[in-house]
């Protein structure tokens, strides 16, 4: 399949049935014939292999947009800190129950 033009593009054919044709324009040679060798290696055709491919990058963006960021997960563990105290009593109560390191006192 030869390349024509700049700019690959697909044409969406739907007919009276149930099942839509898609046709892929401006495709190179050289992805070609690596989808025609993956859809060999795994005893599908091209049409086949295709269809597997938009399916499983489709469910995998939809499985990934679901799933919550490093971010999400950190602040749902850390929870919230309900306290009625002003803040600086609160400073005031960790600095008061801080003690020094005494391991060190005589030095290195």
């Known amino acids: 399949m ?3 033009g700049a700019i690959p593009f697909a044409i969406l054919n739907r007919t009276e049935s149930a099942m839509a044709n898609l046709q892929i324009k401006g ?7 690596d989808l025609k ?3 060999a290696e795994e005893n599908r055709t091209v049409t086949q292999e295709v269809v597997h491919l938009l399916r499983s990058h489709l469910a995998s963006r939809k499985t990934s947009k679901a799933a919550r960021t490093p971010a999400e ?14 803040a600086g009593d609160i400073v005031n109560e960790i600095l008061e129950s801080r003690r020094n390191s005494t391991r060190l006192a005589d030095g290195l």
Not at 27 to 33: G, V
């Open 2 to 4: 030869k390349k024509r």
């Open 27 to 33: 495709m190179d040679d050289q992805l070609y014939e």
């Open 37 to 39: 060798r993956q859809a």
């Open 73 to 86: 997960v950190l602040l749902e563990l850390s929870g919230a800190w309900e306290d009625g105290r002003p």
